[in-house]
């Protein structure tokens, strides 16, 4: 069984990459800096936060490393808090939030709905350059001395305790706020007024779905987090009060404008992985995802619900107790629709012609490993459990399951899923199936002791810990190593398949989404003429009739 | 389904524009129709104002929340502000939106005359507005009601000590604990305020191009998309100040 | 109704003019004069309104004359009420968001005393 697989290469020896496509259309660094085509701005994004990643988990390392014994002995704990600080902030605002919007988003978004471009490509720039000036000011911070508020800024700490650099973080989340605004905004636009005539909006694959849900968080979330960095900004510039509880200002309604943006930017960053993962369940079981309406919709749902469920984040804060039940209750009910997701995929699961390549083991990784973050956030949602939980390391391994053990293995997922279409050549399957169980593995080993930590009672941001937690600590770090090298391999192979992959073809994986129907890579305004769509979705009996008229057409 | 194709395939003919026909000048290649390419530029206007409304929407919240919580600083801190000049840059502002819906009926209509004349009376009342601001805000400064600059509490203590404004309102002296908030209420005052004044002057900025652009006679030949955008964003702004008269100036006139 | 430009080419699908009448609805000058009499109007009458004594209808008042002036702009001088749904529809999304923002928040703000004293 394991030895089935859907991948059908053309013939080595015979197979060229196109000569033209949007890689070779132009040459030299000034075509690439200056490019509307959305393509390219995709490979900057992957080149831009696959350089973000790397130093958010170096960052990462630092942390385990010191977290191996239970003194803080390999930094001193102020530097500790800037490491973790600079970690969140990096890795939530310059790779999480960009990932797969910007990257696979911006690249697949055009070719999935049948448009040459995305609707406004200079803004598409823009936003790159936004998030790389972000991404600078970032840079910056860390080389003046960092930061330590936690990439939370909470409040009086950033306002008044702190002498360290969080004006500078301040702008840089504005500016890549913006950037990730312009990116949001472009999609929306895009999805309702470029799609190729006959793509309704319920022949939209399902990855397009759920990047406009995302979007809409993007565009209505964003600029709440911006209007609360510039008080924060004031307040430390002119001290105007609004933060200031000597003023009579209030400290926590900083939390409030913070985790109205921070609470839906959790599912920015999940809900493009989850449409990741409705496409590749969908290609390697040959079904149509199962009750795509109700997973087309469930993003949105998502999206709207995302915004009434904040005050979660601030349970133990001091905030009505009133106002707390409401908002309990309705974080239960943001569970139901990403229940009905993780529903629905198993159903396309059941009966299905399962093949076992990478991009499908990364997204078993994502569903098993998603459901228990997602399960272990219904505790936390819980006004009672969580005063235990929050503020420890369960909270932690909470978003670690979901964003890591979610999103990066969606991203992951995706990048090789795509990776033929975006480069014309595959990557080492061998190889690269043995980096997604290294990755699952380690990950595993990584954050599954730190719920445990949790539950025992050990606080999150401190360089010190009790003796008695060190041995789930050493588990843990341990599990972060191998955590690494499973990060480690894609970026090599994948570096290495640029040259030596084999060449895919148009269709290596026998999907149904436009974007496999052309060649890989795709030509720089992606479609010779514009396609006129007439099938939904994941319909595997049109590929197999559209294969058939092709053999014909060649018999002929 | 009708299994007709979908007429994609793996040539390389690149560059064969299905032209059926001819393009005016200014529509980007990557739209099929001009139409399409209004639809979309106008789309991402109005979205680009969502997330003005919720960037806004923070100081709108933090304005309310103070305000319920510190009343008698609010009503104190609001008689600071000048009533005529207030409503004066209402009346600007209102008129200024005025003028510049009527550039977009002149590019519309392509009357270029009357494009150029409404975008400059525009950015003419759009710097008036901002004129009247720094008068406003040379007030406060010189009664050091800039918070975090030597505020000064004395008209809220002993509102005596300020006879133009006591003459108005005879406002009583409010406890030093009540007083030290006004300071918030001026916080808030220039944040919004000058939130506010920042969008004016990118506005009067770009209208500055926009009017260069029209002389030339680039809008009034059918491409009025980029006029009628910035218009959007003029009436938002003015929106905004529509908002903030009321909330700032207007709590409690009343003796 | 308004310029004799418009009618000229009505309809004819795939004219290169900028004036689609399904598409673009030019307002007529006189119903912007009309709006903005009506926003001065309006404004001296939210000034005339704040000098009276009416308890918490100050405000009130004061704020729904505010809503009325925006929703007048909205609606005339950015050309909603001729625009599409979507249009109408992003308006409402926007409106929506910002009083959830506000209205949840103060939510936390209003209860939070309750049952303290």
Redesign the interface.
């Known amino acids: 069984m394991s030895s089935s697989t859907i991948v059908s290469l053309p013939d080595q020896s015979t197979a060229r990459i196109?000569?033209?496509n949007f890689i070779t259309k132009e040459n030299g660094l000034l075509s690439w800096l200056l490019t509307g085509d959305h393509k390219r701005i995709a490979m900057l994004y992957l080149a831009s936060i696959t350089f973000f990643f790397a130093i958010g988990g170096a960052l990462a390392g630092l942390i385990r490393l010191e977290l191996l014994t239970p003194q803080s002995d390999l930094m001193a704990t102020d530097t500790y808090n800037k490491v973790f600080t600079m970690h969140g902030v990096v890795m939530i605002f310059l790779f999480l939030v960009p990932s797969v919007p910007a990257t696979l988003g911006n690249f697949l978004i055009p070719l999935m709905i049948g448009?040459?471009?995305l609707?406004?490509?200079k803004?598409n720039l823009l936003s790159w350059y936004l998030y790389v000036a972000g991404g600078i000011l970032v840079l910056y911070t860390m080389a003046a001395g960092g930061v330590d508020t936690g990439w939370t800024f909470t409040t009086p700490l950033s306002t008044h305790y702190l002498n360290t650099n969080v004006l500078s973080t301040g702008i840089a989340i504005f500016i890549a706020g913006f950037s990730s605004?312009f990116t949001g905004?472009?999609f929306?636009?895009?999805i309702?007024?470029?799609r190729a005539p006959g793509m309704t909006w319920f022949r939209l694959p399902l990855f397009v779905w759920s990047h406009y849900a995302a979007s809409?968080l993007m565009?209505?979330?964003?600029?709440?987090l911006?209007?609360?960095l510039?008080?924060v900004i004031?307040e430390r510039t002119?001290?105007?009060?609004?933060f200031d509880a000597a003023?009579?200002?209030?400290p926590?309604?900083f939390q409030?404008?913070f985790w109205?943006y921070s609470h839906p930017a959790v599912y920015i960053m999940i809900l493009p992985g989850m449409g990741v993962i409705s496409e590749v369940i969908s290609t390697f079981s040959r079904k149509r995802v199962f009750g795509y309406t109700a997973v087309a919709f469930s993003s949105v749902a998502i999206a709207v619900f995302g915004?009434?469920v904040?005050?979660h984040h601030m349970f133990i804060m001091?905030?009505?107790?009133?106002?707390t039940l409401?908002f309990s209750l309705l974080t239960m009910l943001v569970a139901v629709p990403s229940a009905i997701k993780i529903f629905n995929w198993s159903f396309t699961l059941y009966k299905g012609s399962i093949t076992f390549e990478t991009p499908m083991l990364y997204a078993f990784g994502f569903m098993g490993l998603f459901t228990i973050g997602g399960l272990t956030g219904v505790f936390l949602g819980t006004t009672g459990t969580d005063i235990h939980l929050t503020e420890t390391y369960f909270i932690v391994a909470h978003f670690h399951f979901v964003m890591v053990g979610g999103m990066l293995m969606a991203f992951l997922s995706g990048i090789h899923f795509w990776w033929p279409k975006m480069t014309g050549r595959m990557y080492p399957e061998k190889i690269s199936q043995l980096a997604a169980l290294i990755t699952f593995i380690g990950f595993n080993f990584t954050f599954f002791p730190q719920f445990i930590l949790g539950t025992l009672g050990m606080p999150r941001r401190y360089a010190a810990y009790p003796a008695e937690f060190q041995v789930l600590n050493v588990f843990s770090t341990a599990g972060a190593t191998i955590l690494g090298v499973g990060y480690l391999l894609p970026i090599l192979y994948l570096t290495w398949s640029l040259r030596y992959g084999e060449i895919a073809g148009?269709n290596p994986w026998q999907a149904t989404g436009?974007e496999w129907?052309?060649?890989s890579p795709p030509?720089?305004?992606n479609?010779?003429?514009?396609?006129?769509?007439?099938?939904?979705a994941y319909d595997y009996d049109?590929l197999e009739?559209?294969h058939e008229?092709e053999r014909e057409v060649t018999s002929v | 389904?009708?299994?007709?194709?979908?007429?994609?395939?793996?040539?390389?003919?690149?560059?064969?524009h299905?032209g059926h026909h001819e393009h005016p000048p200014y529509q980007?290649?990557?739209f099929?129709t001009i139409e399409?390419q209004m639809?979309?530029?106008s789309?991402?206007m109005w979205?680009?104002l969502?997330?003005?409304?919720?960037?806004?929407?923070?100081?709108f919240?933090?304005y309310l929340?103070?305000r319920n919580?510190?009343y008698p600083a609010f009503v104190a801190g609001s008689h600071q502000l000048n009533i005529f000049w207030g409503t004066a840059n209402t009346a600007v502002l209102i008129t200024s939106s005025f003028t510049m819906a009527m550039g977009v009926w002149c590019a519309q209509t392509r009357r270029k005359g009357g494009l150029v004349l409404s975008l400059c009376l525009t950015l003419l009342l759009g710097l008036v507005f901002l004129g009247i601001k720094s008068i406003e805000y040379s007030e406060k400064i010189e009664k050091h009601h800039v918070?975090?600059?030597h505020y000064s509490l004395r008209s809220f203590t002993d509102p005596a000590s300020d006879p133009e404004i006591y003459d108005q309102y005879h406002d009583k002296p409010l406890a030093l604990d009540m007083a030290?908030?006004t300071?918030?209420y001026f916080?808030?005052y220039?944040?919004m305020t000058g939130?506010h004044a920042l969008h004016m002057i990118i506005g009067c900025a770009i209208l500055g191009y926009l009017i260069f652009r029209a002389q030339a006679g680039d809008y009034t030949t059918g491409h009025v998309t980029f006029v009628e955008n910035f218009g959007l964003y003029w009436h938002f702004v003015d929106i905004i100040w529509i908002f903030l008269f009321p909330l700032l100036y207007l709590i409690s006139r009343h003796g | 109704m308004s310029a004799p430009h418009e009618h000229q080419h009505q309809h004819t699908k795939d004219n290169d003019d900028a004036t689609h009448d399904d598409h673009l609805h030019i307002v007529p000058p006189r119903t912007y004069i009309i709006v903005g009499t009506i926003l001065l109007i309006f404004t001296a009458l939210t000034v005339w309104a704040s000098y009276l004594e009416l308890g918490v209808f100050n405000p009130v008042i004061a704020l729904f004359i505010a809503c009325v002036k925006a929703t007048v702009v909205v609606l005339f001088f950015m050309h909603v009420k001729y625009s599409s749904k979507?249009t109408k529809l992003t308006v409402g999304?926007?409106v929506f968001?910002f009083l959830?923002?506000i209205a949840?928040?103060l939510?936390?703000?209003?209860?939070?005393a309750?049952?303290r004293w």
Not at chain 1, 219 to 224: A, D, E, H
Not at chain 1, 318 to 323: I, T
Not at chain 3, 107 to 112: N, P
């Open positions: 196109p000569k033209v448009a040459k471009d609707a406004l490509p803004i605004i905004l472009n929306i636009v895009t309702h007024k470029m809409i565009v209505l979330g964003t600029p709440v911006a209007i609360a510039v008080l004031l002119m001290g105007i009060g609004v003023k009579g200002g209030d926590i309604l409030h404008l109205f915004f009434f904040w005050e001091g905030v009505s107790s009133y106002s409401v148009s436009l129907q052309i060649q030509l720089t305004e479609f010779p003429e514009i396609p006129i769509v007439d099938h939904d049109w009739r559209k008229r | 389904m009708s299994d007709s194709t979908v007429a994609v395939s793996g040539a390389q003919a690149e560059g064969a299905s980007r290649h990557h099929e399409q639809d979309a530029t789309f991402a979205l680009f969502l997330t003005e409304i919720m960037f806004f929407g923070g100081l919240t933090a929340i103070y919580w510190y918070p975090g600059f030290r908030h300071e918030m916080g808030l220039f944040a939130m | 979507l999304a926007g968001t959830t923002l949840m928040t939510a936390d703000y209003f209860t939070r309750w049952g």
